[in-house]
């Protein structure tokens, strides 16, 4: 009779090791399905859109990633306005002073043209994905899209201006449907990855519309960093088709100037124009203007979009007097 196998022992140093071993191995692999599991949702919300969303899922116009888009009525407005640095005032339901035609109404920290910059880039990453769902980026990859560099003060400053944009409320009136709500629905960071958990509100897709918003030009806006007052412009005037002459207290005020002093404000002004042409024309977008008495006349190239506005308008008036 052959005498029983022993059993592999289950206890002592052997086999309190062996064990050991095994919970590593588990607690490696559930690590490694984790980082997967996380790297695959970053590439989700970072990639282009490939097959046809649903018909009932609302998402923003993919425009290209040389513009950013932005509502006309944003940009033609002292909403974004050119502010000094320092501190803000806080707004109520604050008329906000806009051309003939709009209305806008804003509670929260007043907003400057570097809160637009964010603003941009988060809905510019939000493009690729259908409103009211979450879109997770880094602050990194964030930085990395506006042009500035990874360094602990940038990140606080993006983080102070993406609070702002979260903690405030809008109400604009203009050819469509009115809306009424946040720039930004929801902005949290995730405690494990450390990314921006960000939702955008499905209803901010009726200031999209075609002929509501303006592709601007990202590589001109980006020469123009620091100089608000030309940002602003840039913005205004791309909006713009075929530009008609504006007074120069009109454009301050559109742009939220905080100059009290004509003299000053209108040498402002002036400096700000040259510094928009200057940027315009070095990425090929001809720019110039000329001061006449009181009024500003801007002369520029339209965009494809605004040469088929302007034959359309151009026929329809045609027909009328046929």
């Known amino acids: 009779m052959r005498a029983p196998v022993p059993r592999r022992a289950t206890t002592g140093a052997g086999g309190e090791s062996e064990r050991h071993s095994v919970d590593a191995l588990v607690a490696r692999i559930a690590a490694l399905q984790k980082k997967h599991r996380e790297r695959v949702t970053r590439e989700e919300c970072n990639k282009l859109p490939g097959a046809p969303l649903p018909r009932d899922v609302v998402q923003l116009p993919h425009w290209p990633d040389s513009?950013?888009?932005v509502p006309n009525g944003f940009l033609r407005s002292a909403l974004f306005g050119a502010i000094a640095k320092g501190e803000r005032r806080y707004m109520s339901r604050e008329r906000?002073?806009?051309?003939?035609?709009?209305?806008?109404?804003?509670?929260?920290?007043?907003?400057d043209q570097g809160d637009l910059d964010v603003w941009e880039s988060v809905?510019?990453?939000?493009?690729?994905?259908?409103?009211?769902?979450?879109?997770?980026?880094?602050?990194y990859a964030l930085l990395k899209l506006m042009?500035?560099?990874?360094?602990?003060?940038?990140?606080?400053?993006?983080?102070?201006?993406?609070?702002?944009?979260?903690?405030?409320?809008?109400?604009?009136?203009?050819?469509?449907?009115?809306?009424?709500?946040?720039?930004?629905?929801?902005a949290y960071k995730d405690s494990k990855t450390k990314e921006w958990v960000i939702v955008v509100n499905p209803k901010l897709h009726?200031?999209?519309?075609?002929?509501?918003?303006?592709?601007?030009?990202?590589?001109?806006?980006?020469?123009?960093?620091?100089?608000?007052?030309?940002?602003?412009?840039?913005?205004?005037?791309?909006?713009?088709?075929?530009?008609?002459?504006?007074?120069?207290?009109?454009?301050?005020?559109?742009?939220?100037?905080?100059?009290?002093?004509?003299?000053?404000g209108r040498q402002t002004l002036r400096k700000a124009l040259d510094a928009l042409a200057d940027a315009s024309t070095a990425h090929g977008q001809p720019f110039s203007y000329d001061v006449q008495g009181d009024l500003v006349h801007v002369d520029k190239k339209p965009s494809n979009s605004q040469r088929r506005h302007l034959a359309k308008k151009a026929a329809g008036q045609m027909k009328r007097h046929l």
């Open 206 to 264: 009726t200031l999209f519309a075609a002929d509501q918003f303006t592709q601007i030009d990202w590589n001109v806006r980006r020469e123009l960093v620091g100089k608000s007052l030309a940002q602003w412009l840039h913005g205004f005037y791309a909006s713009h088709a075929k530009p008609y002459p504006m007074c120069v207290d009109t454009l301050l005020k559109l742009a939220g100037s905080e100059d009290e002093s004509p003299s000053s």
């Open 147 to 186: 042009g500035n560099t990874d360094t602990g003060k940038n990140r606080r400053v993006l983080h102070t201006r993406i609070t702002r944009l979260r903690a405030n409320a809008v109400e604009i009136e203009q050819d469509g449907e009115p809306y009424i709500g946040g720039l930004i629905d929801v």
């Open 96 to 111: 906000v002073t806009t051309l003939d035609g709009l209305t806008i109404l804003y509670t929260g920290e007043r907003l």
């Open 123 to 139: 809905l510019h990453v939000a493009r690729t994905r259908a409103l009211g769902v979450t879109c997770r980026m880094t602050s």
């Open 67 to 69: 513009v950013r888009g």
